[in-house]
């Protein structure tokens, strides 16, 4: 299987030399495009959209249509597994997404079990193999996952949380059965992501939201150590070709040394860590993805070229860098802005 045409940002995640530092954003198909909204609308919800494989792969290229993206991302959501162990993913108007049963129960936690993606999740697969057909090998595919522990937090809590109250009583009173649903929720990753591998993506990033919640004993013993267990059971290659992985955990500066260390081949980062002190503490292991603000791109054009420039400059020349916010983008984001972000991107980095 031949790397695509544009691979900067594959050979930047394996910190191979790059003409330029390429780019994507997470959230990159979604809500501040209005053919997103007018393709949801004809999908009639968000789970009928991640579930129908036609209409994943039209939001998935939408964002290449109008920027240009250096890879990617498989239009899915990262509780597509706990709703194929059963949970009841639903999406309720303002409030987000909910659980119609979350896992209270010792039995309920006891009874669970990790899905077989090429059943349950087929759909998923399907999707990446209708992109990597439409894409062309013209940028690369990413697919993803949430990480054990935010999935963990979702499924305890019922859906999101201000204070992750359930599932970290659950963490101090009944470690063990935490334990067993992180236990069960990396292996569903694990197979998840390899099936994801098989089906054609070429990189993949596991969605660490939750653990900048935990303190710092816990995020080793709940959060990271079940990272590092995904990542060591993760396919490293697929048709003769290396699969980069990149971890992110919002909230996780103060962590890059220890998650450096899991195996990954690259950190993403949030917008409150310095991309330099970064790259001083651990840009010689991992390539490093981010960061900017996702704010910044409410500004005026010359203030968000200017900051786009600040970021880069932050990471320095040399290849390891993938430019990214450093959390999803904002759905009210003005899409024309985005533009000048990406192209600023692409000039700056390559001193055009």
């Not at 303002?94 to 010792?106: D, T, V």
């Not at 090998?137 to 201000?162: K, Q």
């Amino acid at each position: 299987m031949a790397r695509p045409r544009n691979d900067t940002f594959l050979r930047a995640l394996l910190r191979e030399p790059v003409e330029y530092t390429p780019v994507w954003l997470m959230r990159q198909a979604g809500r501040y495009l209005p053919e997103y909204c007018e393709t949801r609308k004809r999908a009639g919800s968000f789970l009928q959209l991640c579930k129908t494989p036609s209409l994943a792969c039209e939001v998935t290229l939408q964002p290449l249509a109008r920027y240009d993206l250096d890879a990617a991302i498989l239009f899915s959501d990262i509780l597509t597994v706990p709703d194929a162990m059963g949970l009841g993913l639903y999406f309720a108007d303002g409030e987000g997404p909910k659980f119609e049963r979350p896992l209270r129960q010792e039995w309920e936690i006891r009874d669970l079990t990790a899905p077989n993606p090429n059943d349950q999740l087929r759909y998923v697969m399907d999707a990446v193999v209708e992109i990597r057909r439409a894409l062309d090998n013209s940028v690369p595919l990413i697919g993803f996952s949430g990480s054990p522990f935010t999935l963990a937090c979702y499924m305890v809590e019922g859906g999101g949380s201000d204070d992750f109250r359930t599932v970290k009583s659950m963490l101090y009173n009944r470690p063990d059965l935490l334990h067993h649903i992180l236990d069960i929720n990396a292996t569903a990753v694990t197979d998840y992501l390899n099936a994801q591998i098989e089906s054609g993506v070429q990189a993949v990033m596991l969605f660490d939201t939750w653990g900048g919640a935990l303190s710092h004993r816990a995020y080793r013993e709940f959060s990271l150590a079940y990272l590092q267990k995904v990542i060591a059971g993760l396919k490293k290659s697929h048709g003769g070709e290396r699969v980069p992985s990149i971890v992110f955990t919002k909230g996780g500066g103060q962590w890059l040394e220890a998650i450096a260390n899991i195996g990954c081949d690259a950190i993403g980062l949030d917008w409150t860590t310095d991309l330099a002190d970064a790259k001083k503490r651990v840009g010689h292991k991992v390539a490093l993805q981010g960061n900017m603000d996702p704010m910044a791109l409410f500004a005026s054009a010359e203030a968000i070229a200017a900051e786009t420039r600040r970021v880069l400059d932050s990471y320095g020349g040399g290849s390891g860098h993938v430019f990214n916010l450093g959390h999803g983008i904002s759905q009210f984001t003005p899409p024309a802005n985005v533009s000048v972000m990406v192209d600023t991107v692409h000039r700056h980095s390559s001193g055009t």
